[in-house]
């Protein structure tokens, strides 16, 4: 192979590689097992493969024989994406081998199928005990693309007698270690994509349980930020104080409506302090005033529970209405 032919190669295996962006626009919160999101993806897959293959590297212009990487983006893209995907994407490099036309249309063909058939089988058999394995999956993306070149190489030798010998020993080396080596770079590439994704979706999952946890709790919980948004409220608070969430949605509404009695830049100043504490900061009791005009007692616990949301710093403050109790110290007296 002439220094021009590795170039091509090389320019076709950085296409390939380049075109994984595709991936970032596919919507992986989607269920991989619906129609829509099976036809999709073999959709963008396709048009990976029109481009890939409309930068072959012809071997042998008399009889039209070419190579390129198509039989890594079917092998990969089946062992990802299952059968479907994996069907059009073959299906669009048969299409277009027959349209290049040549003798090596069969052989090109046989590799695509081969190539699917691989990918396939590696998916079945070893795709869920792998893909959260990071060194496993390496050696697995590795595995793929060797033993899929394997089979390209020996599917050369349905070319005409005449050529095939010189077609195998001129290709071989690319085939059999660059191509793996690229196959496995394309697929940690995708595995990236998936760990980012199921890394966002843990973490939300996180937030929601999180979310639920304060919003259920049978004490009055509140979690406001520096930025002066009270940004979650437990329905125990709401229903103590009557107020709904967007009538004490900010820091300065909260002070307005229960604190009408005190200063309000004295009150506001206490509670901004706790946002430079490092350490849980026990507030101590504020009386406050309901939407009907009663009067609680609440002894507050706060702390600096750092960054929330966007990296705004946030506060955590929970009360324990000692309303009761103050009440019954006032009536011993009393009845002394």
């Not at 709401?238 to 004490?248: A, D, N, R, V």
């Not at 002070?255 to 509670?271: A, C, G, L, R």
């Amino acid at each position: 192979m002439n220094d021009l032919s590795l170039i091509d190669i090389l320019n076709n295996a950085i296409l390939l590689l380049a075109m994984s962006i595709l991936y970032t626009f596919i919507p992986f919160d989607k269920s991989k097992k619906s129609g829509y999101f099976q036809l999709l993806v073999g959709s963008m897959l396709s048009l990976v493969m029109v481009g890939i293959m409309f930068t072959t590297i012809t071997l042998n212009s008399d009889l039209g024989v070419v190579i390129d990487t198509r039989t890594i983006l079917i092998s990969i893209s089946t062992f990802f994406f299952g059968l479907i995907p994996g069907l059009m994407v073959m299906g669009t490099s048969a299409i277009i081998r027959i349209f290049i036309g040549g003798q090596g249309v069969v052989t090109g063909i046989l590799t695509a199928g081969a190539a699917f058939v691989i990918g396939y089988l590696f998916r079945y058999f070893f795709y869920a005990k792998c893909k959260d394995k990071k060194i496993r999956r390496i050696f697995l993306l590795y595995g793929l693309g060797l033993v899929t070149h394997v089979v390209m190489i020996l599917l050369f030798l349905t070319l005409p007698a005449s050529i095939r010998l010189d077609i195998i020993r001129e290709s071989a080396w690319v085939v059999l270690l660059v191509f793996p080596f690229i196959g496995t770079v394309y697929g940690w590439l995708i595995f990236r994509r998936h760990d980012t994704l199921k890394r966002q979706m843990q973490d939300l999952d996180y937030h929601k349980r999180f979310k639920r946890a304060i919003e259920e709790a049978p004490i009055p919980i509140m979690i406001h930020e520096d930025n002066g948004n009270i940004v979650l409220v437990s329905r125990s608070l709401l229903k103590k104080t009557g107020y709904s969430k967007p009538e004490i949605g900010t820091l300065d509404k909260w002070i307005e409506n229960v604190y009408p009695n005190q200063d309000f830049e004295t009150v506001k100043e206490s509670i901004v302090s706790i946002f430079d504490m490092d350490e849980p900061s026990h507030e101590g009791e504020f009386r406050v005033t309901t939407k009907n005009k009663r009067t609680l007692v609440w002894d507050f616990y706060s702390s600096n529970i750092g960054s929330f949301s966007e990296d705004k710093k946030a506060v955590l403050s929970i009360a324990n209405d000692v309303t009761r109790r103050k009440e019954l110290e006032k009536e011993k007296p009393l009845k002394n």
